[in-house]
């Protein structure tokens, strides 16, 4: 999978399928509206706490399967121009993504449930803009953790939203019955 980041003509922007095809040159990138823009490294705090999400996730459907999940996968969001997107945790149930179906390239169907982890960089409304593309793209929940916070924020199609705090436990009971990841796990003493 391309992640390098590449200067694209004004007149001739990169699609989903010419960007995944780009040598990599190790450096990260994602594209938006044709564009290849790069995406810093993430701190040791930010990766540990998108293994903890996805640790969670992938226990929960070791007994439920009726998903998968998937770290950093290339997500296109929007066509003509294209942007693909990397959200660090991605949950696609077998509705969306038959078991058997297993694309080579950026996934081109939403997953129901996106995680966001916030970095000390990311501005605000940057943050808001990738909320609103996924949901634009079909994503039923954004999922956007601020581990400065210690919150997370669950964004949803309907375009409500729910503020949860350390004390208290993500739940996605439509998407994932039964799941359960407490806060006080998910931050422990930061």
Not at 23 to 47: M, W
Not at 127 to 135: I, K, Q, S
Request: charged content about 25%; some cysteine; glycine content about 6%.
């Amino acid at each position: 999978m391309n992640l390098e980041v590449c200067k694209s003509s004004p007149t001739r922007w990169l699609t989903a399928e010419e960007f995944f095809l780009l040598p990599s040159n190790g450096q990260r990138a994602e594209l938006v509206r044709g564009e290849s823009v790069p995406c810093e490294i993430s701190g040791f705090r930010h990766g540990a706490l998108c293994c903890g999400l996805l640790r969670a996730v992938t226990n929960y459907l070791v007994f439920h399967d009726i998903a998968r999940v998937v770290p950093r996968v290339g997500i296109i969001t929007h066509r003509n121009p294209d942007t693909v997107r990397g959200p660090e945790v991605s949950v696609l149930s077998y509705d969306r993504l038959p078991r058997t179906s297993c694309p080579i390239g950026y996934l081109d169907v939403p997953p129901e449930a996106v995680f966001e982890v916030l970095d000390p960089t990311d501005r605000p409304e940057n943050v808001l803009d990738r909320v609103a593309e996924f949901l634009a793209a079909s994503v039923l929940y954004v999922i956007v953790v601020d581990p400065d916070r210690e919150t997370v924020v669950v964004h949803r199609a309907d375009r409500s939203q729910s503020l949860l705090l350390k004390g208290q436990s993500l739940t996605l009971p439509e998407l994932l019955p039964g799941f359960e990841l407490p806060l006080d796990r998910l931050f422990p003493g930061q």
